[in-house]
């Protein structure tokens, strides 16, 4: 089978990181491989990784550069009229690969006009594909039961665990010692926009002033978070912005938390877990498919009060310890990487199968 990945991204997104993850371990399945990347854009790492891996690789200005020679292609986009122009002007048969926020469950009835915009801007567009992927169960019900979508199949993220994995004690005091950390410390990478809900990190931050918080991230909502950060006079947060040592800061921290209004399925989260950390979540259905409350984290509403009790609770150390202890066990079992692009594998040889000749 030859597969070709088409994506718009202009920045590394789930989509992109599951490209980098996956494309280059599908060879031993007897799929080779081809991704399509706007030649614009800061996508860097994941083109550097792919071509390391032996990926052929298509920087793109418009779609008719894209071979046309492949028999599926797998398309991801960011802006919803993209699906149109892939439809349009790709080889059939597509499978589109959707990653992002289905649902948002914003306050004062917002997440009612977001379901209503997604329904009518992005859910017709993969209507217009031979499939659909999802990266949870519960995404996978959502695009059927709420958009209509009747040919989609989940395959949750995997993360690899050579990369990310718990320290031992002596390798996690050296990186502390290097970052100059102390005490606890708790974590959050993600994109600083609305849905991230990083004001309910704030507010726990200055109500926790002997816990170290790192954001890690960057996004519309940086500067503003910055200065509100200076104006609340919160010595104790610290803005990393972008970064490519994730591993060794999960190594140095003792949660993540990660309080969001929305998620299909979280990298983050994830990748955190696999480094043996407790989560504190937000209780929505997504995170719920990862976490059970009060065995690998706790799932909180998305107040700064709510984080705050949990992160209280996270002080113990046994508490967290054990907390570390079954998130790392629940990712080793059901989220490793080799076992998700062996399902997807499998998932999109049966869609080709199903097709109608």
């Known amino acids: 089978m030859r597969l070709c990945f088409v994506t718009d991204a202009l920045r590394v997104g789930g989509s992109e990181v599951f490209l980098g993850e996956t494309l280059p371990r599908l060879a031993s399945l007897g799929i080779s491989t081809c991704a399509a990347i706007?030649?614009?854009?800061?996508?860097?790492?994941?083109?550097?990784?792919?071509?390391?891996?032996?990926?052929?690789?298509?920087?793109?200005?418009n779609l008719d550069e894209v071979p046309r020679d492949f028999d599926a292609y797998i398309v991801s986009a960011w802006a919803p009229l993209n699906y149109r122009h892939y439809y349009a002007k790709l080889p059939k048969p597509q499978v589109a690969l959707i990653h992002d926020q289905i649902e948002m469950y914003l306050p004062f009835g917002i997440r009612y006009v977001y379901r209503l915009g997604y329904k009518l801007l992005e859910a017709p567009n993969f209507r217009r594909t031979a499939a659909a992927l999802t990266v949870s169960h519960w995404g996978a019900s959502w695009l059927k039961n709420y958009?209509?979508?009747?040919?989609?199949?989940?395959?949750?993220?995997?993360?690899?665990l050579t990369r990310f994995s718990p320290l031992n004690p002596e390798e996690r005091s050296a990186?502390?010692?290097?970052?100059?950390?102390?005490?606890l410390v708790a974590m959050t990478s993600a994109r600083m926009s609305p849905e991230k809900n990083h004001l309910a990190i704030l507010q726990a931050a200055r109500s926790t002033p002997k816990v170290t918080y790192l954001l890690v991230g960057a996004g519309p909502l940086e500067q503003v978070l910055r200065s509100l950060a200076r104006w609340l006079k919160l010595q104790n947060v610290r803005f990393l912005g972008r970064r490519n040592d994730i591993p060794e800061l999960l190594g140095a921290a003792d949660m993540l938390i990660l309080p969001s209004y929305g998620e299909n399925q979280s990298l983050s989260i994830l990748e955190a877990m696999a480094c043996g950390l407790p989560i504190i979540a937000s209780h929505i259905p997504a995170n719920s498919e990862l976490i059970t409350n009060a065995r690998e984290g706790f799932l909180v509403s998305?107040?700064?009060?709510?984080?705050?009790?949990?992160?209280?609770?996270?002080?113990?150390?046994?508490?967290?310890?054990?907390?570390?202890?079954?998130?790392y066990r629940r990712v080793r079992d059901e989220h490793n990487i080799e076992h998700t692009v062996a399902e997807f594998a499998k998932v999109l040889r049966e869609i080709l199968q199903e097709l109608p000749k």
């Open 175 to 183: 990186i502390r010692t290097k970052l100059g950390l102390k005490g």
């Open 302 to 327: 998305p107040t700064g009060s709510a984080v705050v009790e949990a992160v209280q609770k996270l002080a113990d150390y046994s508490c967290r310890t054990e907390m570390g202890q079954a998130a």
């Open 38 to 61: 706007p030649e614009a854009g800061a996508t860097l790492s994941v083109r550097k990784r792919l071509v390391e891996a032996g990926i052929p690789l298509v920087l793109y200005k």
């Open 147 to 160: 958009y209509g979508l009747t040919q989609v199949r989940p395959v949750p993220n995997g993360i690899d």
